[in-house]
Structure formats: structure tokens, C-alpha cells
């Protein structure tokens, strides 16, 4: 039988074979991930900038960053260190950039805030996730911490996760709104070993049915060679810990600012801030990466089938790649 193949010198069948292949790939993987990835801070400045004295230059954010102490002297400032942190052992992971966020001194905290160029709405019935990674070190005054937190600035309300100012290696996730009327929290003291690096995943309900809102967080450690699930999982058995706010009003409607928070002497660090519309966005790769892959296992199939052109000389292999 004669198989008719392409003037690039493949069968049309592989061609065929490859656009089957994108084709049956999950939904979500064809809507590429980036596309719900509305906030990212790597913290891809020069080591050693002084945050509240730079432009923030990470997607979506808008602005200076600001000291939310200006008063403090410099070594109580937040700045950048080398290396950035990365995911570790973890499959499944996104990948990383930058440097990481840190403090010189730590006898006080220092904090900054960086306003969003486009509010993250939050509307009836939407969920928003987010995720980051964090070192923890509790271990030279039992008081050293480092927390994230998001600010509707029309109304004051706040999110917040990572390691407060009370307990003793204490994570903890919280909201503090007038749905809430104070700040509630859930959380425990032992949750990391001192010098551990996390990977905290989170996500946010904000329900259109009374009293049935929810704030959740999944720590993981990187340490650990670890799957991460393809869906945020409250139940995932290699999670650290789980922690949950649930069945109440918080009516959170909107990120309109962040502020990052940190307390030890190079000690405590924050990286890789993602905020999103879908989990996939702040936690598994983008999809893109899969569609190369069965481009490159189809370039891998067809190489027996490489031909000539019509002058003789083997053709590319970049030209398939043009097809897609």
C-alpha cells in the first residue's frame, strides 16, 4: 500500500496521529493555565534591592512596593536574596524564577505593600487560589514569622496565611472582614521544624448561600517526593496539614492590595506568590509543556519516516514543528 506523505517528508498519518493526540488532551489543558494566572511575584529583582524603595515588577502589580513601616531603619527592611526557592521534590510542580524575599535583621518585622493593577474580583460563587513558598524558622526568639496578606482596600478586609506573630511554629490561615466581625483563624503550633521550606496552596469560596463560605490551606514539603493532586484536594494524604474555614460568611470581594510580612534575621523567606482563577494556574505546570511533549514524542515515532526533499537533503525537523 502506498502512504502518501507531506512535502516535508512525513507520512500523513503521523500528522494525523499528532492532531488526535492535542485533541483528546483534557480541557483544561487546551485553555492554557497562564490565562488564569492573574497575580505572580517571583521576586526577579537584583539581589540585595531593597523592596520598598523599587518598582514592583511582577504581573499585575502596579507601582512602588511601600514599607508598611517607613520609619524603620534599613536593616529591618524587606529585601531580595539569592537564591530564589524552589519546589524541591515535589512532582507536578510549576517552575520558578528570581530571587527570594527576606529580612537582614529580624529583632522587629518588617513589612511591604504593592497595590494590583487590575483588582482580583471575587464575585458570588466564584473561588480564587493561591500559592507560595515559604522557609520558617522559628528557632532564635520562638517570635520570627512570615505571612502574606491580601487587602480589599475599599473596605478593609483581609486574608491572610503563613506564620503569625502569636503560637510557636505556628502556619495558620485567617480572615479578618465585617462579615466576620473579627479575625478568625485555624491553624496549629508544630506545623513546620525549624529551617523547612513549604509550599502553601490555598483557595477561597466565595459562596452565594448564606453562611456557606470557606478559606482553606494545604501545606506541603518539598522535601518530599510528593505528587501533587490535579485538583485542590482538602483530603490529600501527602499534605502536612490541612487547615479550613467553613460554613460562614466571609464576603471577601476583591484583592486590591498585598502585603508581605517577615520577622528573622536571613532566616524567613517568602517566594513564587501566585494568585489565579483555577487551581492549575498556581500549582501544576502549564499546559503548554504537555502539548510539547506529545510533539516531541511524535517527532520521536516518525524519524524512521524522516525523507528526502526533492534535492535530496534531509528535511528539518523544525518544519514540523510549524505545523502546530
Known sequence: MHIRRTTIGYPISYLLTLVLA????????????SAALLVYEPFDYDAGTVLHESAATGLNLAGDYAAVNPGLPSQFQ???????????????ALS???????????TTAGGITVSLDEDVVVRPDDAIFFSALFVFDDSLNGNHLANI???DDETGDELSFGEPSVGIRNVRVSADTAATGQLIADGADGSFTNGQTLFLVGRYVNSAAISSDSLELLGYNTADADVLPATFDPADPN?????????LDIDFAKISSITFTIRGTA??????????????SVVVPEPASALLLVAGLWLTAARPWRGRTRNGALQN????????
Do not use: C, H, K
Open 22 to 33: 492535542i485533541i483528546s488532551l483534557p480541557v483544561g489543558w487546551v485553555n492554557v493555565a
Open 267 to 280: 532566616s524567613n523567606f517568602i517566594d513564587e506568590l501566585r494568585i489565579g482563577s483555577t487551581y492549575a
Open 239 to 247: 499534605a502536612e496539614f490541612a487547615y479550613s474555614l467553613a460554613d
Open 317 to 324: 525537523a523544525t518544519a514540523t514543528l510549524m505545523l502546530l
Open 78 to 92: 524587606l529585601v531580595t536574596e539569592s537564591p530564589g526557592l524552589n519546589y524541591g521534590n515535589l512532582n507536578g
Open 96 to 106: 520558578e524564577a528570581g530571587n527570594q524575599l527576606s529580612q537582614t535583621l529580624g
Open 149 to 151: 496578606t491580601f487587602t
